[in-house]
């Protein structure tokens, strides 16, 4: 299960009060495209799986909060793809990366160790797009890595909010 509501507990580089912004925007993407709590999302990609969705209960307030759909598919796809990244990848978000890194965030096992075993992430999110679309997507992103490509491994992990669906790419 993709709960966000777990998102509230934070993570190693998520505060609680960030991990409930992530979790408002994801539950609104997901209601907007006509969905409700117990549908699945479809992993494919690198990974193969599918999980029934959870969400906070969505207000009128929080719509009136949300109403830039871009900023809500970005911060939603960001709640998504975190808690996808621990399930599928194993990793945890340890720290944010800055801007030019190519990539959004660093992976890691926990926060005692911080700088063994790290990937990088990078993330997008979509309301609905077709298959080729996010594909081209994918590669964009893949490329987008190349800045701070190294020994480190580098995932790609595009929510499509429509399908839904989330594709997980490692390069």
Request: with cysteine; proline share 5%.
């Amino acid at each position: 299960m993709i709960d966000l509501n777990e998102l509230s507990s934070g993570l190693p580089a998520i505060t609680p009060a960030f991990g409930s912004v992530l979790a408002e925007a994801g539950g609104i993407c997901f209601e907007s495209e006509g969905h409700k709590h117990g549908d699945k999302i479809r992993i494919r990609g690198d990974y193969k799986n599918s999980y029934k969705l959870l969400w906070p209960r969505i207000t009128s307030q929080m719509l009136r909060c949300w109403n830039d759909p871009e900023v809500t598919t970005e911060h939603g796809a960001v709640g998504v793809a975190v808690l996808l990244a621990k399930k599928e990848i194993g990793y945890n978000v340890i720290e944010r990366s800055r801007k030019g890194t190519g990539f959004d965030y660093w992976l890691g096992d926990d926060e005692a160790n911080p700088f063994q075993n790290k990937a990088r992430l990078e993330i997008s999110g979509i309301r609905n797009m077709t298959d080729t679309q996010i594909n081209t997507r994918v590669k964009k992103k893949l490329i987008q890595t190349n800045p701070s490509d190294g020994i480190l491994p580098a995932y790609v992990i595009i929510v499509e909010f429509g399908n839904p669906l989330a594709e997980v790419r490692k390069k």
